[in-house]
């Protein structure tokens, strides 16, 4: 019920100024958001970086429907390269990136526009040998995401690809792309999809997840495994030894502002850990979906307020 009723509230202008306005809001905000601005990406990159973990950077926002704006998100986007090569952090760095942001639901043309917003975007990612991972979003653009990433593959080899287990047709999808120098992040999907076309209900999205790790990791790609879920990180480390992968070979995402000491924790193993860390004005579509998948992350940010 609440998955339901959430995306549309999540778009009412009542919901944005209360969601972004009230105190407990600012504590949900300043937890799994870097800030509304690239300086607070980076600042955010490097104190990661400080605790040996990787960073893929997101700049908030989705929902395009006007050139203008795509236009505006490439912009902001190779602003953020640009400051992290003068911070001396972009080497290594990734950056996570909407095709709905870079124009692809803008009409007649946007499927040529995110593509075109995305190879200007991959050219300056490649010349500040950082990477580029294509965010997978609701069932319906996951066909022409992929279509775009094997365009992008042509000419820069380094773009991944997101893949959602809840979906019947990942298992497929994972055995396409498990090939060798193809970066996947698995996660197990933040869209809420019809039975005829996604896995309904915890126990069966995590055992899809865990197909697919197998599919993943017994492949020759490059495997990012993203979730925070303890018997599935544990699956994946135990799966990885099986079957004989070093630690550079694979990746573990979390989100920015979860299970923190999980992320010291993995990394401290000599795991290679990367932080997904949204930046951004636009955080209510995004902190909507962290707070349905999870509602006691409110009382988390409650708790934090408390203690300051
Ligand atoms: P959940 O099912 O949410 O949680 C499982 C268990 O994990 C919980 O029972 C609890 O034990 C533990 N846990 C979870 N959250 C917390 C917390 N805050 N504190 C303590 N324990 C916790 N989705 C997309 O659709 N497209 C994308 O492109 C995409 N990119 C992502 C990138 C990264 C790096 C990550 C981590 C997720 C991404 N997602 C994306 C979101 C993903 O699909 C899930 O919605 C989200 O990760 C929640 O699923 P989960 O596997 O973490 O486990």
Redesign the pocket.
């Known amino acids: 019920m609440i998955q339901k009723l959430m995306p549309p509230v999540s778009r009412h202008p009542l919901t944005r100024a209360l969601v972004t306005r009230t105190p407990l809001a600012r504590g949900i905000i300043d937890r799994f958001v870097a800030g509304p601005s690239d300086t607070d990406a980076i600042a955010a990159v490097a104190g990661l970086a400080d605790l040996g973990l990787l960073a893929t950077v997101d700049l908030l926002g989705e929902d395009i429907t006007r050139a203008q704006d795509a236009a505006d998100t490439l912009l902001a986007y190779l602003g953020l390269l640009d400051l992290a090569d003068r911070a001396g952090i972009a080497a290594g760095l990734d950056v996570s990136v909407k095709l709905s942001a870079l124009g692809q639901a803008v009409p007649r043309d946007g499927r040529k526009l995110s593509y075109e917003n995305a190879a200007e975007l991959c050219a300056r990612a490649a010349a500040a040998n950082a990477t580029v991972t294509l965010?997978?979003e609701d069932h319906t653009t996951t066909d022409s995401t992929l279509d775009t990433l094997v365009e992008l593959r042509r000419d820069f080899p380094f773009v991944g690809a997101?893949l959602?287990a809840q979906l019947l047709r990942t298992e497929t999808d994972c055995r396409d792309l498990a090939t060798a120098g193809s970066r996947v992040?698995l996660?197990?999907?933040?869209?809420r999809e019809p039975s005829a076309v996604a896995y309904q209900g915890?126990p069966a999205v995590a055992a899809a997840y865990a197909r697919c790790l197998g599919i993943l990791l017994t492949g020759s790609g490059y495997p990012m495994i993203?979730?925070?879920?303890?018997a599935?990180l544990n699956l994946a480390g135990r799966f990885a030894e099986h079957v004989g992968r070093l630690p550079a070979t694979f990746e573990y995402?979390?989100?920015y502002g979860?299970?923190p000491g999980e992320q010291r924790r993995l990394a401290s193993t000599g795991a290679t850990v990367r932080v997904?860390v949204p930046y951004g004005a636009d955080c209510v579509p995004y902190l909507t979906?962290r707070l349905v998948?999870?509602p006691t992350?409110l009382l988390?940010a409650a708790r934090a307020l408390r203690s300051r």
């Open positions: 965010d997978m997101v959602q992040r996660c197990k999907g933040a869209y915890r993203a979730t925070h879920d303890p599935l995402q979390l989100l979860v299970r997904y979906r998948e999870r992350n988390l």
